[in-house]
């Protein structure tokens, strides 16, 4: 089982673009059929799905938030990226990433997730 | 798009049996998967694929789907039980993965 660990900046001001990184361990992000995702949830409320990618680079992004979501991997580094433009206060909340093995339709591996707040 | 509702709270004394429901339309054809998210913990799998569970998890956790309605069973239930629950299926017309809106297991 990979382990998966997000990282970046816990402050973001509005209007800018707020970068998150998941890094994996315990297995290459280019072995086997996986989806690498990132899914939010704001202080007590639920689960909103972001985003994911392939290792061939091709994405899929919540229509809700596709005109600011940009995900991108780096192979090199076993990393893959969030970035999410023009963000506001509604954008605060913990970031996951999360693994989709084989290309399961659900969530096998969860990052510990990281605390993002937009504020001036 | 494709809604999940789930009461937004049960409460069950330790040993009884917790029920937690998801509706949505004809949610009987979707698969459907389950986690389970205790305070400041990433959530964590518990049913996938309607009834199957993943290595690690008690045979006391079982689900169910048809129709309208998916069920996450909890039996025995005990202390470390306690938190929130989330139903989860993908949207195959939207492409979109879509998640409940939770339930909190309180033991009383």
């Known amino acids: 089982q990979v382990q998966l660990q997000e990282s970046g900046p816990g402050l973001v001001k509005p209007s800018q673009t707020l970068s998150l990184t998941c890094t994996v361990s315990g297995g290459s992000i280019s072995s086997g059929n996986n989806y690498w995702n990132w899914i939010r949830q704001p202080a007590g409320k639920g689960l909103e799905w972001i985003g994911r990618?392939?290792?061939?680079?091709?994405?899929n992004y919540n229509p809700s938030l596709k005109s600011r979501v940009t995900i991108s991997i780096d192979a090199s580094k076993n990393q893959f990226s969030l970035n999410l433009s023009s963000v506001t206060a509604a954008d605060t909340a913990v970031y996951y990433c999360a693994a989709q093995l084989e290309l399961r339709p659900y969530f096998d591996s969860w990052g510990q997730g990281t605390q993002v707040t937009v504020s001036s | 798009s494709y809604v999940l509702t789930q009461p937004p709270s049960v409460s069950v004394a330790p040993g009884q049996t917790a029920r937690i429901t998801c509706g949505g339309n004809?949610?009987?054809?979707?698969?459907v998967h389950w986690y389970q998210q205790k305070p400041g913990q990433a959530p964590v799998l518990v049913i996938y694929?309607?009834?199957d569970r993943p290595s690690g998890i008690p045979e006391r956790f079982s689900g169910s789907n048809s129709g309208n309605t998916a069920t996450l069973t909890i039996t025995r239930v005990e202390a470390g039980d306690e938190a929130d629950y989330y139903c989860q299926v993908w949207d195959s017309s939207s492409d979109l993965y879509v998640f409940g809106t939770g339930t909190k297991v309180t033991v009383l």
């Open positions: 004809n949610i009987g054809s979707k698969s």
């Open positions: 694929y309607d009834i």
């Open positions: 990618i392939y290792i061939s680079g091709g994405t």
